[in-house]
């Protein structure tokens, strides 16, 4: 009777987020300081971890730093290796290399990292050819317009940056290559072809095993002079076109011929988890998430990625000491939490695209996904008012979500809640853009934190001596306050969207 009345009690303690502090919560989010943020940092963002490039060895540092702080602290290891358990789940991918790459338009050949870029795993072998459909922006509604069904398909956005959720829906309605247009001169896809090179030359990394030989699949980005090669017709011309979609199909198809070898070796690499058990609700979970990787070494300068994302991973090692604590004390929460730092993210995220694929609990039992990449700058669009965080995807999938979010923000810690990139039309996509989309697109709810893009992301410069680490305190604190709730509350947050639902629209 006893543990009934106090599991109703509990219960209804929980039951909405009110204005009212939680003393519990509050106690153990003193826990999370500065001190303890930039110890972790000063060894993720160092030299010794050569910009932990997936698969190599400063990620194999960090993914052990990181499993040696969860035992120290007593979080549980969750993932099964033979007899044993380990904080570490295994993920192979595949590295591809490229060979003799180009692309041919009518009597003009194109070498790969001159006016094209093909990013993929595709070997075709030898020449291919294939028909090529004009789709506009790559929108659903450009997409509903034009056939492309094993068709190349070249699409227009406004930066690098915004074209994955283009290229995706492509793939999923049949597409075979996607070309990518998003520079207004070649001029400017000089620079782009420049830092892809520096990216792709050492080779791309993938999930799938690529095919040996065929068509297969993957993307050319491509400059203005090309288009036109192609269409016949000016950039600005399929531009003005692109603004009303029923007049895609006057743009005639064409034909590109082209081949794309790759030299295939595994890698292997980790994510890194550590599971906390949860009292009366733990069969349920709530996940928060970053990804420990970076990009590793650009010629003799390291990619120390602080903010991207060694700030998010500090954070997570010092939210997963305050809940032990708390749990510790009694205070544990109801439901189970899973602390997971993910490899691969900066390849595409593929860490959380393997654990979504072979999830170690169900996510059927997975509540949330609060997912935290670059938390530790000041963008410049805040410089004269720091107290500010990005939130994407809160009310995506979950109204409620988003009320929770909101009323812990509130109560706890007053941020200005910013939800620019949250704007379903704004052209860098970010909601597609970071591990959580592995958790959304299905049906999983999201909370994305973000500090938005600075000059240095992706820099030799993006180093420690930058990090705001009051800033990177406070946010860190938003995500444990929103945590605490959401493991605590009497329900689960209620998923009144379906993000499968609108794939399959697209």
Not at 138 to 147: A, K, L, R
Not at 167 to 181: D, L, N, R
Not at 208 to 221: A, H, I, L, R
Request: hydrophobic share 35%.
């Amino acid at each position: 009777m006893k543990k009934l009345l106090s599991v109703i009690l509990m219960s209804c303690a929980f039951l909405s987020v009110n204005a009212q502090t939680d003393s519990r919560a509050q106690k153990y989010a003193e826990t999370i300081t500065k001190e303890d943020l930039y110890d972790y940092l000063s060894i993720l963002a160092s030299d010794a971890l050569e910009g932990r490039e997936t698969g190599e060895r400063g990620q194999k540092m960090a993914a052990t730093f990181i499993s040696n702080h969860f035992e120290d602290i007593g979080l549980l290891p969750p993932v099964k290796d033979g007899e044993k358990m380990s904080y570490f789940q295994p993920v192979e991918l595949y590295k591809n290399t490229p060979g003799e790459i180009y692309l041919k338009v009518k009597n003009n050949r194109y070498d790969n990292y001159e006016k094209v870029v093909f990013y993929g795993s595709a070997d075709t072998g030898e020449e291919v050819s294939s028909e090529i459909v004009f789709a506009g922006n790559g929108t659903p509604s450009d997409y509903e317009q034009v056939e492309i069904e094993d068709k190349a398909v070249l699409v227009l956005v406004n930066n690098i940056q915004a074209s994955q959720g283009a290229i995706e829906t492509a793939t999923k309605k049949g597409a075979t290559t996607v070309f990518v247009a998003s520079t207004t001169t070649d001029e400017e896809f000089v620079g782009l072809a420049s830092q892809f090179k520096g990216w792709l030359s050492g080779g791309n990394l993938t999930l799938e095993k690529p095919k040996t030989k065929g068509m297969g699949s993957g993307v050319f980005f491509v400059a203005p002079s090309v288009i036109n090669d192609i269409f016949n017709t000016p950039l600005s011309k399929l531009k003005e076109i692109a603004e009303t979609p029923d007049k895609l199909k006057k743009v005639k198809t064409s034909k590109v011929v082209f081949k794309t070898e790759q030299k295939t070796k595994m890698v292997n690499t980790e994510n890194v988890l550590g599971y906390l058990e949860g009292s009366d609700k733990k069969e349920e979970l709530v996940v928060i998430t970053a990804h420990y990787d970076h990009i590793g070494r650009q010629g003799d300068k390291i990619n120390n990625g602080a903010d991207d994302d060694g700030s998010g991973t500090s954070a997570i090692m010092e939210l997963a000491e305050a809940f032990v604590k708390a749990k510790a004390d009694g205070n544990g929460p109801r439901r189970s939490m899973l602390f997971m730092l993910v490899t691969g993210e900066e390849k595409g995220l593929l860490g959380s695209a393997y654990y979504a694929a072979h999830p170690v609990f169900p996510l059927e039992n997975t509540i949330v996904d609060l997912n935290i990449d670059m938390i530790g700058r000041i963008d410049p669009e805040h410089k004269d008012n720091p107290n500010y965080v990005y939130l994407v995807g809160s009310n995506r999938l979950s109204t409620e979500l988003h009320e929770i979010s909101e009323k812990v923000n509130e109560t706890y810690t007053q941020f200005e809640l910013d939800y620019t990139y949250n704007d379903e039309n704004h052209p860098d996509r970010i909601y597609y853009r970071s591990d959580h989309w592995n958790f959304a697109k299905n049906n999983v709810p999201i909370i994305f934190y973000f500090n938005g893009v600075h000059e240095d992301y992706h820099q030799p410069s993006d180093t420690i001596d930058k990090i705001n680490f009051d800033m990177l305190t406070k946010r860190s604190k938003l995500v444990y306050y929103t945590a605490w709730v959401l493991a605590n509350r009497g329900e689960r947050p209620v998923v009144d969207k379906l993000q499968n639902q609108r794939l399959k629209k697209d």
